[in-house]
T-cell receptor, first 111, second 114 residues
Framework: AQSVTQLGSHVSVSEGALVLLRCNYS??????LFWYVQYPNQGLQLLLK??????LVKGINGFEAEFKKSETSFHLTKPSAHMSDAAEYFC?????????FGSGTKLNVKP | DTGVSQNPRHKITKRGQNVTFRCDPI?????LYWYRQTLGQGPEFLTY????????KSRLLSDRFSAERPKGSFSTLEIQRTEQGDSAMYLC????????????FGQGTRLTVV
């Protein structure tokens, strides 16, 4: 079965530091991959997506992710964290039209 | 376009009562999904519609759960004889017919069963 695994349920960085949130997918065929962000008591907002083509994907709010087939990874990065980035982040895949999500990583940004 | 709309945003109910949630998707989206999210977890797939047809149901969707999408527009999710374990955030999402595009999520309905 297709799945995504997020390493680290909590990540803490200082403001201005690099953000790295890890996601690995499991599939014999590379799925379509997404990163979503969720603020408390809110729905999920799309940050970026990989479907086909360029493996480095840029999203909103300065985030980007690189699809690496050899590593079955789709890690999310941002060069410089901002206080407003504090939220929960979900990696998701889509195969045969059903979305499946990782368990999430809560990002804490320290002043 | 106002996005995916869910009502109510919050619902507190007593154990054993029935509850119904509504989701209004983005108007041109054919696909509609229901997910359940508990604290500290990612969204879990419940069911999926393409137009009015319910194409897939998760094993999580017990006999007490039923979802409909009459006329392929809004959808309702009903939970009968609620249990404390049903307490969760229920998320609705929609996507266009084009395959493998992202899902657009509503704000969710938080259910608390007391």
């Amino acid at each position: 079965a297709q799945s995504v695994t997020q390493l680290g349920s909590h990540v803490s960085v200082s403001e201005g530091a690099l953000v790295l949130l890890r996601c690995n997918y499991s599939s014999s065929v590379p799925p379509y991959l997404f990163w979503y962000v969720q603020y408390p008591n809110q729905g999920l907002q799309l940050l970026l997506k990989y479907t086909t083509g360029a493996t480095l994907v840029k999203g909103i709010n300065g985030f980007e992710a690189e699809f690496k087939k050899s590593e079955t990874s789709f890690h999310l990065t941002k060069p410089s964290a901002h206080m407003s980035d504090a939220a929960e982040y979900f990696c998701a895949g889509n195969n045969f039209n059903k979305f499946y999500f990782g368990s999430g990583t809560k990002l804490n940004v320290k002043p | 376009d106002t996005g995916v709309s869910q009502n109510p945003r919050h619902k507190i109910t007593k154990r054993g009562q029935n509850v119904t949630f509504r989701c209004d998707p983005i108007s041109e989206h054919n696909r509609l999904y229901w997910y359940r999210q508990t604290l500290g977890q990612g969204p879990e797939f419940l069911t999926y519609f393409q137009n009015e047809a319910q194409l897939e149901k998760s094993r999580l969707l017990s006999d007490r759960f039923s979802a409909e999408r009459p006329k392929g527009s809004f959808s309702t999710l009903e939970i009968q004889r609620t249990e404390q374990g049903d307490s969760a955030m229920y998320l609705c999402a929609s996507s266009p017919r084009t395959e493998n595009t992202e899902a657009f999520f509503g704000q969710g309905t938080r259910l608390t069963v007391v």
